[in-house]
């Protein structure tokens, strides 16, 4: 199976560690969405999705690569790295998920898990979840990933 991801981590890396972690099990290549090959993306079985969240949303960055991105049947998987919980009805994946479908993807899961945070209001502090993504974090995002190189989890 060939798997790419990309992923936009700016602020600490934390999404690029979740994203390497999934890599590892997936044997994929990791990309930002301005190094991304679209022939390359054309031709991989598998692809992810994911970057901090900002403002309750996914970075601008990654949604706007995908809203470029043409039409196509292929596999996909959405993941977030967020300082804060997320909303159980109103899940930060949400919307990219909605997005990617549009485009023609079946989606095959989706991941977010905690992480370093210093946006505004936390730097006063030095920041929340100083030592996340952890081992366990990280151990949960390479779960993931096997469900996926082994056929796919349902949306969360």
């Not at 790419?4 to 969405?33: E, F, W, Y």
């Not at 995908?66 to 009805?89: D, N, Q």
């Amino acid at each position: 199976m060939k798997a790419v991801i990309v992923c936009t981590s700016v602020s600490h890396g934390n999404t690029r560690r979740v994203a390497d972690s999934m890599a590892q099990v997936l044997g994929a290549k990791v990309v930002s969405p301005e190094q991304a090959d679209l022939t390359e993306l054309a031709g991989a079985d598998l692809l992810g999705f994911g970057s901090g969240v900002f403002y309750s949303r996914l970075h601008p960055r990654l949604t706007d690569f995908v809203k470029a991105l043409p039409t196509r049947r292929g596999r996909a998987f959405v993941f977030a790295t967020s300082g804060l919980p997320e909303i159980p009805l109103a899940p930060f994946t949400r919307p990219l998920v909605q997005l990617l479908e549009g485009k023609g993807f079946e989606l095959d899961g989706s991941f977010s898990c905690r992480a370093f945070d210093t946006w505004t209001p936390f730097k006063l502090v030095g920041g929340i979840n100083k030592q996340r993504p952890n081992v366990g974090d990280l151990a949960a995002a390479r779960a993931f990933a096997g469900r996926l190189r082994d056929g796919g989890v349902p949306v969360s």
